[in-house]
């Protein structure tokens, strides 16, 4: 395998690993977000 095709391939390798970590990040902040939410309802709630 040249170099080329060696950088190439790890850089692939590296932005798939970059993608999934991306995605799994997105899902914790939809989370945070519900939780976010559901907390200042309840704050809102309770002061009312």
Avoid: F, W
Avoid at 17 to 26: F, I, S, T, V
Avoid at 34 to 47: D, F, M, P
């Amino acid at each position: 395998m040249s170099m080329e095709r060696h950088y190439k391939s790890a850089l692939e390798e590296e932005n798939q690993r970059l993608r999934e970590e991306n995605d799994r990040l997105m899902d914790i902040v939809v989370q945070m977000k519900g939780t976010l939410n559901r907390l200042v309802k309840a704050y809102i709630t309770e002061s009312k």
